[in-house]
């Protein structure tokens, strides 16, 4: 009998070391030596964080050690909800640019304990906590509903549940596990960690040994391409066995004479989850004929990476192999800035810690296609760290602003007004981060923009703002007409196009009560948003004789 592996989630106590480390230790460990969080990047708090993760496995281990002594048929009492600490010695030192942190004494509630398993026990939707600069943490019940769902098999009608692994010893999980299976039996092996060793050297001997593969992982979604007819192509079925043979896909056709460029954008699971647009581009002037065939080689191998190869004409282009099948989907943004990561990554161990200045760009402007302007900031910081550059300092300001760090934005606003204090951008923007914090900077600054600079557009919305509450409805409506005037001028020229001016726009035209003018700009800043990733003219189409066969 074949054993189907149906999810691809990752999930082991590695994770409630990792929260428990951020959540309590991390905490406790910056106030021990006078520093904040917010004083360190995130790959530098991950730094301390790696050195935090035996302390936490440790106290985590204790705790659940003694709470399984006191529970009884997988019911822990409510001693589990004290805080009764249970406390450990371990010299921690860590070196940061910051000064060298120490601590040699940690401990962790049976309170701090149950609510960082909370966050793996959660039922229903929104079983996936997301915590920004931390990743994400997995509920256990993720790949466990998975694999009923995709098993059919109701859990009722599931016998035994054998747990195997050193996480199972945890009784929060054999609480919420009997809570959960209550018609089945939960098996307890005595040693939970030896039958995880034992089968994996069953797997290994049958599997090298004797080419026989017990567990077959498949294909959790269709692998599909969009083309220009009513569906899309599926190329690659749900539940195909992993791996597969080499699969060939020859009825996809140019969809138009000339066409210099076929683009083949691939989706898992439907058109909304796009991995990668496929270009094949035409050597010859004249583009490919109409009809012209497409052929594609699809294959995945066992580390269940997708590997795709296209043809036209002869001319051949092929994808970097690709892992559609995680549970957590990404977007083609997505896996751009992971690629720049690992590029970064991999420069700065050949090069002594110290990835290029053009990698780092690179980098930062992929965290920037995904929206990540936090990301995008620690990278253009570290940046300017490695290349110095005062040009920088406001841009850096204008990220941590934009992913709602203001105190951060503020101080490299500082930076570069210090730097040059007529550099009216960065008293706007320290201006119009405190708005909200400290009003008389807001004024004083937002004034000293418009001062250094009287045609500056924003400054004179702002200014014309503080104007208005101030009552000076004349100098207000000046200041808003002569922005509005030139922007509007910018927008109907087609050279007013990010979404953030057009917003101004929108914004200022409000003030002067020009709601449609202001909805139009805003209906453009969407379309602008909403971009589409690839040009419908270049898709490739069924061939029509074989419509009807796919």
Same mark, same amino acid.
């Given at each position: 009998m074949e054993l189907i592996?149906?999810?691809?989630?990752?999930?082991?106590?590695?994770?409630?070391?990792?929260?428990?480390?951020?959540?309590?230790?991390?905490?406790?460990?910056?106030?021990?030596?006078?520093?904040?969080?917010?004083?360190?990047?995130?790959?530098?708090?991950?730094?301390?964080?790696s050195a935090l993760y035996k302390v936490a496995e440790r106290l985590k281990i204790l705790v659940?050690?003694?709470?399984?002594?006191?529970?009884?048929?997988?019911?822990?009492?409510?001693?589990?909800?004290?805080?009764?600490?249970?406390?450990?010695?371990?010299?921690?030192?860590?070196?940061?640019?910051?000064?060298?942190?120490?601590?040699?004494?940690?401990?962790?509630?049976?309170?701090?304990?149950?609510?960082?398993?909370a966050v793996f026990l959660k039922q229903g939707f929104g079983k996936t906590t997301r915590i920004k600069g931390e990743d994400e943490y997995n509920s256990i019940f993720s790949p466990i509903e998975s694999a009923i769902k995709k098993s059919k098999t109701p859990k009722e009608e599931i016998d035994y549940v054998l747990l195997i692994g050193g996480s199972s010893k945890?009784?929060?999980?054999?609480?919420?596990?009997?809570?959960?299976?209550?018609?089945?039996?939960?098996?307890?092996?005595?040693?939970?960690?030896?039958?995880?060793?034992?089968?994996?050297?069953?797997?290994?001997?049958?599997?090298?040994?004797?080419n026989k593969c017990l567990i077959q992982p498949i294909t959790s979604e269709p692998i599909l391409i969009i083309t220009k007819d009513d569906r899309p192509?599926?190329?690659?079925?749900?539940?195909?066995?992993?791996?597969?043979?080499?699969?060939?896909?020859?009825?996809?056709?140019?969809s138009r004479d000339g066409q210099k460029i076929v683009e083949l954008p691939i989706c898992v699971g439907n058109t909304t989850k796009m991995l990668f647009n496929l270009k094949i581009e035409s050597s010859m002037p004249n583009g490919f004929p109409i009809n012209t065939p497409i052929q594609l080689v699809i294959e995945v191998n066992a580390d269940k990476m997708l590997?795709?190869?296209?043809?036209?004409?002869?001319?051949i282009c092929h994808v970097e192999p690709l892992s559609p099948f995680a549970n957590k989907e990404l977007t083609t943004e997505e896996?751009?800035?992971?690629?720049?990561?690992?590029?970064?990554?991999?420069?700065?161990?050949?090069?002594?810690?110290?990835?290029?200045?053009?990698?780092?760009?690179?980098?930062?402007q992929a965290y920037l296609k995904i929206g990540n302007d936090f990301k995008a900031a620690e990278t253009l910081e570290l940046q300017n760290e490695l290349y110095p550059n005062v040009e920088n300092l406001n841009s850096i300001g204008v990220l941590y602003h934009n992913s709602g760090n203001n105190e951060k934005a503020a101080e490299f606003f500082e930076q570069a007004?210090?730097? @040059? /204090? !007529?550099?009216?951008? %960065?008293?706007?923007?320290? $201006?119009?981060?405190? &708005?909200?914090?400290? =009003?008389?900077?807001?004024?004083?600054?937002?004034?000293?923009?418009?001062?250094? @600079? /009287? !045609?500056?557009?924003? %400054?004179?919305?702002?200014? $014309?703002?503080?104007? &208005?509450?101030?009552? =000076?409805t004349e100098d207000s409506n000046n200041k808003f007409h002569r922005a509005y005037d030139h922007m509007l001028?910018?927008?109907?020229?087609?050279?007013?196009?990010?979404?953030?001016?057009?917003?101004?726009?929108a914004a200022v035209a409000r003030e002067l009560g020009e709601n449609g003018i202001a909805n139009q700009v805003m209906a453009s800043a969407k379309k602008l948003e909403n971009e589409s990733y690839y040009n419908e003219e270049n898709l490739s189409k069924i061939r029509d004789n074989m419509l009807t066969n796919n």
């Open positions: 592996e149906p999810t691809f989630t990752k999930l082991g106590g590695d994770d409630i070391d990792r929260y428990i480390t951020y959540h309590y230790l991390m905490p406790r460990f910056l106030e021990a030596n006078g520093k904040k969080k917010e004083q360190f990047r995130t790959n530098e708090r991950k730094q301390i964080a659940n050690k003694t709470l399984a002594t006191l529970a009884s048929d997988f019911v822990i009492p409510d001693v589990k909800l004290s805080d009764s600490k249970t406390e450990i010695e371990s010299e921690v030192e860590i070196i940061t640019n910051k000064g060298t942190l120490k601590q040699n004494k940690f401990y962790l509630t049976n309170k701090e304990l149950t609510e960082t398993m945890s009784p929060y999980i054999q609480e919420a596990l009997h809570s959960y299976f209550e018609d089945s039996e939960i098996l307890v092996p005595m040693d939970l960690q030896t039958h995880v060793s034992q089968g994996a050297a069953i797997h290994s001997l049958l599997f090298n040994g004797m192509k599926i190329i690659l079925p749900a539940g195909t066995e992993i791996p597969c043979n080499t699969i060939e896909i020859d009825d996809l056709v140019t590997i795709i190869h296209a043809t036209c004409m002869g001319t896996r751009a800035a992971l690629k720049a990561e690992r590029q970064a990554n991999l420069e700065a161990e050949q090069n002594g810690g110290v990835p290029s200045k053009e990698t780092l760009i690179t980098l930062k007004i210090q730097q @040059n /204090p !007529n550099n009216e951008y %960065a008293h706007f923007n320290l $201006g119009n981060t405190m &708005k909200f914090i400290n =009003k008389d900077v807001y004024k004083r600054e937002v004034r000293k923009a418009y001062e250094l @600079n /009287p !045609n500056y557009d924003i %400054a004179l919305i702002e200014a $014309g703002r503080i104007d &208005k509450a101030e009552g =000076k001028q910018q927008w109907k020229t087609n050279t007013l196009k990010d979404s953030a001016s057009l917003g101004w726009l």
